[in-house]
């Protein structure tokens, strides 16, 4: 169950990511709320998953899930460029992620 909790809060960390980006400084509401609320759940999912996987293994995946996630978001909806190089490092952190779950 903890492995599903980070998953979900790694994706939420792309989430709140997003919303920071959309919320233009915290000038916007919605935005800034669902920002807040990602957060808040992010944190506390990983703060979750934390107590039965290690703080290396739960931070980093937690972590590249959300790297990936927010840099994908970016290249498919904020025209952020694509390039074999960035989808090359962008796979090698997945499958960095991937071999921490593997090897834990």
Do not use: N, Q
């Amino acid at each position: 169950m903890a492995w599903v909790v980070l998953i979900v809060a790694g994706v939420l960390e792309t989430v709140w990511a997003v919303a920071l980006e959309a919320s233009k400084g915290f000038s916007r509401l919605v935005p800034s709320v669902v920002f807040a609320v990602a957060l808040a759940l992010s944190m506390g999912g990983l703060a979750y998953a934390m107590r039965s996987i290690p703080l290396g293994t739960g931070y980093a995946v937690w972590v590249g899930i959300g790297a990936v996630g927010t840099a994908l978001y970016g290249m498919a909806a904020m025209g952020d460029a694509v390039s074999a190089a960035r989808i090359t490092c962008l796979v090698l952190i997945l499958s960095g992620v991937v071999g921490l779950k593997v090897l834990h």
